[in-house]
């Protein structure tokens, strides 16, 4: 059974800095990036990037370059992922997705709130 | 790839037939999927490679298409059916802006 799991909401000031956690269970790795997407209240769904957990290699989307950063810890099979000089604007709900096989997102983590806020 | 939604919402009665649309900018061949996302929820898989149904959803969900023109139809609406519907395109998995689907 795949399961992944988040880390709880955070609250943080403009110009911070926050780390999101996903931890993995169930799943092959050897077949499966872990993906990042955010959603902004009353928003759509916006895909930021992935991490290929038997490499650490990752790709992020243009708009996301420079200031996000995704890694893997494979001790505890969690992906992290963390965002810098926060903006009001990043606030989001934070969802980790992995491929089951389809190519596209079949398992999703239940979605970290971060809000940013003076 | 812009992937552009049609209608941005629709209100339909329980019963009905209901078809979702999603045009990609450029072909994205048959690498598209369709989520179901209800209020407070993470998405839902529900069709990949534009026909396919995932594991566990029901047959009145059905998708078409290929290139840049994609379709999903809910057949036998159901109130639980009430969400809101995002497709999304694998080469570089941008999603559409959504369709909020409501019940009459």
């Known amino acids: 059974q795949v399961q992944l799991v988040q880390s709880g909401a955070e609250v943080e000031k403009p110009g911070a800095s926050v780390k999101v956690s996903c931890e993995a269970s169930?799943?092959?790795?050897?077949?499966?990036?872990i993906h990042w997407v955010r959603q902004a209240p009353g928003q759509g769904l916006e895909w930021m990037g992935w991490?290929?957990?038997?490499?650490?290699?990752?790709n992020y989307a243009q708009k996301f370059q420079g200031w996000v950063a995704m890694t893997w810890d494979t001790s505890i099979s969690s992906a992290n992922l963390e965002l810098k000089r926060l903006k009001s604007g990043d606030t989001a709900v934070y969802y980790c997705?992995?491929?089951?096989?389809?190519?596209?997102?079949?398992?999703w983590g239940q979605g970290t709130p971060v809000t940013v806020s003076s | 790839i812009v992937m552009t939604q049609s209608p941005a919402s629709l209100s339909v009665s329980p019963g009905e037939r209901v078809t979702l649309s999603c045009r990609a900018s450029?072909?994205?061949?048959?690498?598209v999927a369709w989520y179901q996302q209800k209020p407070g929820q993470a998405p839902r898989l529900l069709i990949y490679?534009?026909?396919t149904r995932a594991t566990g959803i029901p047959a009145r969900f059905s998708g078409s298409g290929s290139g840049t023109d994609f379709t999903l139809t809910i057949n036998s609406l159901q109130s639980e059916d009430c969400a809101v519907y995002y497709c999304?395109?694998?080469?570089?998995?941008?999603f559409g802006q959504g369709t909020k689907l409501e019940i009459k």
């Open positions: 997705a992995a491929d089951g096989g389809s190519g596209s997102f079949d398992y």
């Open positions: 169930g799943i092959s790795f050897a077949a499966s990036y």
């Open positions: 991490i290929n957990p038997n490499s650490g290699s990752t």
């Open positions: 450029r072909s994205v061949f048959n690498s």
């Open positions: 490679g534009a026909s």
């Open positions: 999304q395109q694998y080469n570089d998995w941008s």
